[in-house]
């Protein structure tokens, strides 16, 4: 799987789960998530979607009462577009 085959809004609240979960290091909740400006969604919408990436081993709680934290196939998902985005923009120089 990568980036490319989530929807709009899922690689959005994914990327946000990522950026969160690394400036705060712990788990990110949906009422946290909701609140990105780039997101124009409420939490129940984020907490539907991140149980869709949960699904798909992007994203997991790490308890009943958490947030949510990336999972390794999460991360990987992530820097793979990182680097695909550099490769492209080197390769337009």
Do not use: C, W
């Amino acid at each position: 799987m990568v980036i490319d085959d989530l929807n709009e809004r899922s690689q959005h609240l994914l990327r946000s789960l990522i950026e969160t979960y690394i400036q705060q290091g712990q788990p990110a909740g949906s009422r946290h998530l909701a609140s990105d400006p780039r997101l124009d969604v409420s939490s129940a919408t984020v907490r539907n979607v991140m149980a869709d990436l949960d699904d798909l081993g992007l994203g997991v709680s790490p308890h009943t009462s958490a947030g949510r934290i990336p999972t390794a196939k999460g991360l990987r998902i992530f820097v793979d577009s990182l680097l695909q985005a550099r490769s492209f923009r080197t390769s337009v120089v």
